[in-house]
């Protein structure tokens, strides 16, 4: 059997409290402790089609795992493990979950999360590029004249927004955020962010791969300490482009979701969809395409392949 035959996986129910359903992530309690399973579902315009990627909560996982190890400035963090056959010897109900768990399952410090999005932009792009076509500044910050969609900003820049319970996110200013979380709270989420994401930047850089922006989402820990939690410069909480084929002046193309978005246009342009919810449904072509994607993404910056795959 190859990967290509492997179903995704979009469901996982295991015998253990279940604490909270994401888009993504199936949330479970593990004693004190959190389990966080990425399932391989894809979502866009926050809802969840009804096909799975395959792989794609691996590579979650593995990316979220590398950058963990690698970023200074991701320390404290909480990851405790992603052994699942240590998990599955403490815990033998989750054996028959074996295989389901493996690669894409984190034991996590359960934190309390600070409802702030730590939106960091290395270019123009999204509501950055739309806001500041329209005003000249992103959250506030003032930007020099004549960049481009698609262009690097002079220096990255701290964009927080917050998390809306329904919909999209909304971005708050800076001085927001102070009022919200206080001025000590709100530089050391600044501070953090861009830190972590100039060094992840310069190791994707090597690799191929711009990271055009990116949200990070901390927590406090047990001991009130400032947890990076959540997943980290992983291809759903960050635009990868491909360095390659960089070229602003309009949208670029995305490393993972391309093959979505051409199917998307083309069911719009046909006339089959009008751009709304319901989602049509996706091909195996597109399914197959994004998956092989996010396998690269993940083949690039760790240097090797995601293991079991080809
Ligand atoms: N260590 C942690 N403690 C508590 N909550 C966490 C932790 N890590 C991540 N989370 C939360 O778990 C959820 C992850 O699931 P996901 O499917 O990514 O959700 P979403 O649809 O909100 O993006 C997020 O709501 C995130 O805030
Ligand atoms: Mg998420």
């Known amino acids: 059997m190859t990967t290509r035959d492997i179903q995704a996986l979009t469901t996982v129910a295991l015998p253990l409290p279940h604490v909270s359903r994401g888009k993504v992530r199936e949330m479970f309690a593990l004693g004190d402790d959190l389990l966080l399973v990425a399932t391989d579902r894809l979502s866009a315009f926050d809802i969840v089609f009804e096909e799975g990627i395959p792989d794609k909560g691996r590579v979650l996982t593995g990316l979220s795992d590398f950058w963990f190890n690698r970023l200074d400035a991701a320390r404290p963090h909480h990851r405790i493990s992603t052994d699942v056959d240590a998990l599955v010897a403490e815990t033998p109900s989750l054996e028959p979950f074996r295989d389901a768990l493996a690669g894409r399952t984190m034991r996590c ?16 792009e999204g509501s950055g590029w739309r806001e500041y076509r329209d005003t000249g500044s992103v959250a506030g910050i003032r930007l020099p004249e004549g960049l481009r969609r698609g262009d690097e900003l002079p220096e990255p820049i701290f964009t927080p927004a917050t998390k809306a319970v329904e919909g999209h996110d909304v971005n708050i ?20 962010s861009l830190s972590l994401y100039r060094q992840g930047r310069e190791h994707a850089r090597d690799r191929g791969i711009l990271l055009a922006d990116t949200k990070f989402e901390f927590g406090w820990g047990p001991a009130e300490e400032l947890l990076l939690i959540d997943e980290v410069l992983t291809p759903d909480s960050s635009r990868f482009w491909d360095a390659d084929e960089w070229s602003p002046g309009g949208a670029q193309l995305s490393f993972d979701k391309q093959p979505i978005r051409d199917f998307l246009e083309a069911e719009r342009e046909a006339g089959r969809w009008n ?21 690269e993404a993940y083949r690039r910056i760790v240097a090797r392949p995601l293991s079991g795959a080809d």
């Open 275 to 295: 751009g709304a919810p319901p989602l049509p449904g996706l091909p195996d072509s597109a399914i197959e395409a994004t998956s092989e994607r996010y396998r």
């Open 109 to 124: 410090v359960r934190a309390r999360p600070i409802a702030v999005e730590c939106v960091v932009r290395g270019y123009l």
């Open 173 to 192: 200013s800076c001085a927001e955020l102070e009022q919200r979380v206080g001025e000590s709270l709100a530089a050391r989420l600044r501070d953090r």
